[in-house]
C-alpha cells in the first residue's frame, strides 16, 4: 500500500477572488493533490466548511503526511482539530505547511514561535537555491529553482533553528528567506517550503511539483513511528532497597 497523503486548503481565495480561481479553478488543494496521485501517492482532500474541517479522527487514522495550505481564515481553524493534527504529527504522521501557512495554528503549535516574516507582493523573482543538496527533498533538482513572479518573504523568520535548511531564496528586491526548512517533532517530520501565493502559478511548475512529492517521501512515517505516546508507570530494571514494585504490591 502506497503512502496516503491529505491535502488541506482553506479554500477561500479560489472561490472569492477572480484571479486565483484563473489560477486554481479547482482549488489549490486539488492541483496538488492531481500533482502527487500522478507520481503515485493515494491523495484525498480536506477544506475548511467540511464538517471538522474534513480532518476526522478516521481520515487521520488513514493520513500518512498531511499538506497544509492556510492564508486568510487561520484563526477560524477549530482548535480541537489542532490539537488532534499537532498530536497526529507527535506520534509520526509527516506534515508538509506550504507558503501563508507558516501563521497556522497547527505550525505555531508544534513549533512554538509565531512563524511571523516580512512579506511584499511585487510580482518579483524569486530563486530557491538548493542549500542542502544532499536532503532526499532535494533529490533531482537542479542548484536553484527560478519563479518568474513571487510574493516575497523576508527574513527574520521567527522559527526555531532548523534542522535542516533544504532551499533558501533570493528575491529580485535584494531579501532572502529560509525557504525549505524541516524540524522533528516527537516522532513527526515537519517541512515548511515558502512558494505558492494563491494568484501565482507555482503549484502547477513541475519542479515545484517535485519538490512537494520528495517532501512527501521524505516526511512519510515508518512503521514503528506510527504510535501514540503513552504515559505509564513502570517497574525497575534493577532491584532498588525499599521500594516496592507494582507487581509486587499486587
Known amino acids: ?13 479560489e472561490r472569492e477572488d477572480d484571479d486565483a480561481t484563473a489560477v ?3 482549488g489549490i488543494h486539488r492541483t496538488i493533490a492531481d500533482a502527487l496521485d500522478e507520481r503515485g501517492f493515494d491523495t484525498r482532500t480536506a477544506t475548511l466548511d467540511e464538517p471538522e474541517h474534513g480532518l476526522t479522527e478516521d481520515v487521520l487514522d488513514e493520513t500518512d503526511v498531511l499538506v497544509w495550505w492556510g492564508h486568510t481564515a487561520h484563526e477560524t481553524v477549530d482548535d480541537s482539530v489542532v490539537e488532534r493534527v499537532a498530536d497526529r504529527v507527535l506520534g509520526g504522521m509527516g506534515l508538509l505547511v506550504l507558503h501563508s501557512a507558516s501563521l497556522s495554528k497547527v505550525f505555531r503549535s508544534l513549533l512554538g514561535t509565531t512563524g511571523t516574516l516580512r512579506w511584499r507582493e511585487a510580482d518579483e523573482r524569486e530563486r530557491l537555491w538548493v542549500t542542502d543538496p544532499g536532503h532526499e527533498i532535494a533529490a533531482g533538482v537542479e542548484d536553484f529553482i527560478e519563479l518568474a513572479e513571487a510574493e516575497m518573504y523576508g527574513e527574520p523568520f521567527d522559527v526555531p533553528t532548523p534542522d535542516s535548511v533544504v532551499f533558501t531564496s533570493w528575491f529580485e528586491g535584494g531579501e ?3 525557504s525549505g526548512c524541516c524540524w522533528r517533532r516527537g516522532k513527526g517530520r515537519v517541512f515548511f517550503f515558502r512558494p505558492g501565493h494563491e494568484t501565482h502559478p507555482i503549484y502547477h511548475d513541475p519542479t515545484i511539483q517535485r519538490v512537494l512529492a520528495n517532501a512527501a517521501e521524505w516526511a512519510t512515517p515508518a512503521v514503528e513511528d506510527r504510535s501514540t505516546p503513552t504515559l505509564r508507570n513502570v517497574d525497575p530494571c534493577e532491584r532498588i532497597e525499599g521500594y516496592s514494585s507494582s507487581s509486587e504490591s499486587e
Open 24 to 26: 486554481y479553478p479547482d
Open 176 to 178: 532572502v528567506f529560509r
Open 1 to 13: 500500500m502506497g503512502t496516503t497523503v491529505t491535502v488541506w486548503n482553506e479554500f477561500v481565495h
